[in-house]
């Protein structure tokens, strides 16, 4: 490709920056689009228009035809990754969402493996059919393969719980995964048995329950007989206080049921509890230009506190991303000088050797994000763990790498120093955890405390936008390929970023257990409110009674 449309200088590498720019500018929108697009037309749609652009590229004809595509391409991808988070955010639970962001990043780095496998296949079958060279043909193949997946999604997306009509869910299925997201926002306080047992029908995160969607439980307030209705759902802070006619009886003097009383119950008994309304009102009413939204969105820690957390957490995959393994093996000490007259022997590492040695990057990735994401799921309050994981291996790989250049395991360019080197280049794949396990996170954080659908999605998407933007240029300082084989500037910043990332999952725990501390100090009040007023109101009826007397 980069013969055939004559690129010269750094063009190549201006049309991974159209990519970026094309992809920054994407988050915030395509993510706000999708609270009016139903995810299951916005993604498909995207999809396709990424498929036609990755087509027409077999067309072009210059390097600026691809820089055009590239943007426009960057675009249409900018909602897959934050926008998946999203929607499995809506769906799965703090116990059950690690592993599904988990399984969704590991495709991906699968896909990385086989990928390379895959384009040299095309390239060498079908390379000159058709009077096409190759390269063109990848990316036609490249398009058409991605639309049967398009259709998939137009048929069979689920979008949210409260706005899904996909086929294969029934109507109860649909309001257990409703009720499920609800009891997340509870705050986790203990509580008596009678006021835990409350209108939605899920078992608490920390059961550890992964029942299907409609598979019955004994608890299950929805599954109860028509007369054994659940108890009332206590009252929220906006909730009017119990009025004398309404309030619970005395054992000695109760209450004769009245008309209005009656109305009451039944009322309490069949309306969308207080917490549920309040949730359901702010999704379908927030507006996220509105200057409430945005108030809510910059006082709160999620929005700039996360962002940080993936931009550090980001730029922690610096080695992986920026194929620093590939680069060493291709400019390894070993090899020859290429300005000599005579360049003897030939480099150390053959073709094959240089696409295939790599693949074992994201094989570790694969490993540690599957192995984290269900940790973290079994101690859902714990993902910061990851957090200080990282930093241990972002502090050793590029140290150990740095004592190999500086001859600590003997010399720079033998065997021994460059089985080091390798082995600290595999290792470092395993930071690849930090992507389901970080996103899943922000989700839980946000989801507990109350955050309304739309507010997530601006934040998801501030955390890939923030970390895209960074490293549009953070590559080319640290990481630029005319710092191989040893990249130190690189190692370097990579030891600094780590020690940064550790410090600040730490800030992060403490402004989450403060947020934590807050919500329950304001239940507890509230249930302390409504003793007080139920108290009153008892005290009201025994003495009305009394004067009667």
């Given amino acids: 490709m ?5 690129f010269r200088g750094s063009q190549l590498n201006q049309i991974n920056t159209c990519f970026t720019i094309g992809y920054v500018l994407g988050q ?46 960057g675009v249409a991808e900018s909602t897959t990754f934050v926008g998946t988070h999203y929607i499995l955010g809506s769906w799965y639970t703090e116990r059950e969402l690690g592993k599904r962001s988990g399984v969704f990043t590991a495709s991906g780095l699968a896909g990385t493996m086989i990928g390379g496998f895959v384009q040299s296949g095309i390239y060498r079958s079908m390379n000159g059919l058709r009077g096409m060279e190759g390269w063109r043909w990848l990316f036609i193949v490249d398009g058409i393969i991605t639309l049967p997946v398009a259709i998939y999604g137009f048929l069979l997306f689920p979008d949210t719980p409260r706005t899904t009509r996909a086929p294969y869910l029934s109507q109860a299925e649909r309001d257990l995964a409703v009720a499920r997201m609800e009891q997340q926002t509870q705050p986790a306080v203990v509580q008596s048995s009678a006021e835990t047992e409350t209108f939605t ?17 004994h608890h299950n307030n929805f599954n109860k007989p028509p007369h054994q209705p ?6 929220s802070p906006s909730s009017p206080s119990p009025s004398p006619s309404t309030s619970s009886p005395s054992p000695d003097h109760p209450i004769e049921p009245t008309s209005s009383t009656t109305s009451s ?44 957390l993936w931009i550090l957490a980001g730029e922690t995959e610096s080695f992986s991303s920026n194929a620093l393994l590939s680069l060493y093996l291709k400019s390894h000490p070993s090899n020859p000088d290429p300005s000599a007259d005579n360049p003897t022997p030939a480099p150390r590492y053959s073709v094959a050797q240089l696409n295939n040695y790599p693949t074992g990057v994201p094989a570790v990735g694969i490993v540690s994000t599957l192995f984290f994401a269900f940790i973290t799921d079994l101690y859902p309050r714990h993902r910061s763990v990851v957090g200080y994981f990282i930093g241990v291996i972002g502090i050793l790989t590029p140290a150990m790498i740095l004592a190999a250049e500086k001859g600590r395991f003997g010399d720079p360019s033998g065997d021994k120093a460059t089985g080091v080197v390798m082995g600290m280049y595999y290792l470092a794949g395993s930071v690849y955890a930090c992507q389901a396990t970080f996103f899943a996170w922000a989700n839980d954080a946000m989801t507990r405390d109350g955050k309304e659908a739309v507010f997530r999605g601006v934040v998801l998407a501030g955390m890939n936008l923030g970390s895209n933007a960074v490293n549009a240029w953070w590559s ?16 370097w910043a990579m030891i600094a970023t780590s020690l940064a990332l550790a410090a600040w999952t730490g800030c992060l725990e403490w402004l989450e257990r403060r947020a934590r501390r807050k919500r329950e100090k304001g239940v507890m009040e509230e249930k302390e409110e409504r003793s007080r007023v139920r108290k009153d109101a008892e005290l009201a009826v025994r003495d009305e009674k009394n004067a009667e007397v």
């Fill in 2 to 6: 980069k013969e055939s449309l004559s």
């Fill in 28 to 73: 915030v929108p395509s993510n706000l689009s999708l609270h009016y697009v139903p995810p299951r037309v916005f993604f498909p749609g995207m999809m396709v228009l990424w498929a036609g652009l990755t087509m027409v590229t077999a067309a072009a004809r210059r390097p600026g035809d691809v820089m055009a595509i590239r943007f426009f391409q």
């Fill in 201 to 217: 029908p899920h078992t608490s995160p920390s059961s550890g329950d992964h029942r299907r969607p409609g598979e019955s439980t």
């Fill in 230 to 235: 659940g108890p009332p759902p206590p009252l």
């Fill in 265 to 308: 119950q039944t009322q309490t008994q069949t309306q969308t509890p207080p917490a549920a309304a309040k949730t359901e009102a702010s999704v379908s009413q927030t507006h996220p230009l509105s200057l409430p939204f945005l108030r809510s969105l910059f006082t709160s820690y999620h929005f700039p506190s996360f962002i940080l």
């Fill in 476 to 491: 080319i300082v640290f990481y630029g390929a005319g710092m191989a084989p040893w990249f130190e500037r690189g190692m």
